[in-house]
């Protein structure tokens, strides 16, 4: 799909689709400004959890810290002008521990000209950091 014509809930559409089809690492390239900034709050000890500018460290993002998606579910968008709302529902395996973290979530994008420019993700950050702790 064209990001130059493309609205951001079907910016978001093919993210997913994308990170779907097991190439996560792919999206900064595909779908992010080269400034972009990542962040999701939460236990300092989980990969994924921070701050992250530029497209090295959005890659480092999607790299997951060797966590699997074993189900990952968009259930709705809320959109208004450039900013997208997404909600869903995930199951991931952390792979190191053998350990799960599941549950709701939701992602704040904004979207300018088909590129994303700004992601803020809100998760059950303590499930999340228990399923990393060794």
């Not at 910016?11 to 997913?16: G, I, K, P, R, Y």
């Not at 097991?22 to 709050?41: H, M, Q, R, S």
């Not at 991931?92 to 904004?110: N, Q």
């Amino acid at each position: 799909m064209s990001t130059e014509t493309s609205t951001p809930t079907e910016v978001m559409d093919s993210v997913w689709a994308t990170f779907a089809a097991g190439d996560g690492p792919k999206v900064p390239d595909l779908y992010f400004t080269e400034d972009a900034t990542i962040k999701v709050e939460g236990a300092p000890h989980v990969p994924f959890v921070g701050t992250f500018s530029g497209r090295e460290a959005q890659r480092e993002f999607f790299d997951l810290g060797g966590a699997r998606a074993e189900k990952f579910e968009v259930k709705k968008y809320i959109a208004q002008g450039e900013d997208v709302i997404t909600l869903g529902e995930f199951r991931f395996l952390v792979t190191a521990t053998g350990r799960h973290y599941e549950g709701d979530w939701a992602l704040h994008t904004t979207v300018v000209d088909g590129k994303i420019t700004g992601w803020q993700m809100f998760e059950n950050s303590w499930s999340v950091g228990k399923s990393f702790d060794e």
